[in-house]
Every structure is written in structure tokens, then in C-alpha cells.
Nanobody
């Protein structure tokens, strides 16, 4: 089982940047696909970005493609989400998750991102 802790959220003006971190602890990280999700007030949790812990090509939701970058540092057991050109509609609680065969095995507690116009 992997445990996940997000950090890095905050308040930023539109056009600004933030970097979210997801620190992982546990075992066998290479088995997991790591994903970022977000949930805006009153809306469902939606997919943002994904990357296999063992490497490979990332993939993104259309709404963030070209603005967000997912990466991981295997030495630090940490996944990142670099968010640039932020928009008010990016405001949400952001969650990282570890999945196996598409099924979530663990979720972080979430970190709030607020983008002001």
C-alpha cells in the first residue's frame, strides 16, 4: 500500500504558476500509475494528468494540455504537477492518486488551489 501526501496549493492570480507535490511512501512504486485529479465546488472529481511511476509518456486532460506538466522524482519518491498560465476555472481541490490497472489504490488528502481573476 502506498501513502500519499499533497502540498503546494495556495492562492494565485490568473496567469500565475504553482507547483503541487505528492510525496509517496510505502512499497513497490513502480507498479503504480500516478494521477492528478481535481474537484471544484459542487462538481465531480475529474482527471487532470497521469504518469506511470516507472516512466513513459504523460497524458493530460484537454483542459490543461500545454499548461500543466506532470513529473516525478524517483529519488525523492515525489510526484509533481507544474501548473502555468492558471485560470480561475482551475480553482479546485487537487488530489493525487496511485492506481493499478486503472483502479485507485490510494488517495492523498487534497490541496486547495484558488486562482483569482
Amino acid at each position: 500500500q502506498v501513502q500519499l501526501v499533497e502540498s503546494g496549493g495556495g492562492l494565485v492570480q490568473a496567469g500565475g504558476s504553482l507547483r503541487l507535490s505528492c510525496a509517496a511512501s510505502g512499497r513497490a512504486f513502480s507498479n503504480y500509475e500516478m494521477r492528478w485529479f481535481r474537484q471544484a465546488p459542487g462538481k465531480e472529481r475529474v482527471f487532470v494528468a497521469a504518469l506511470r511511476w516507472s516512466g513513459g509518456n504523460p497524458y493530460y486532460a484537454d483542459s490543461v494540455k500545454g499548461r500543466f506538466t506532470i513529473s516525478r522524482d524517483t529519488a525523492k519518491n515525489t510526484m509533481y504537477l507544474q501548473m502555468n498560465s492558471l485560470k480561475p476555472e482551475d480553482t479546485a481541490v487537487y488530489y493525487c492518486a496511485a492506481l493499478i490497472s486503472g483502479a485507485p489504490q490510494s488517495w492523498g488528502q487534497g490541496t486547495q488551489v484558488t486562482v483569482s481573476s
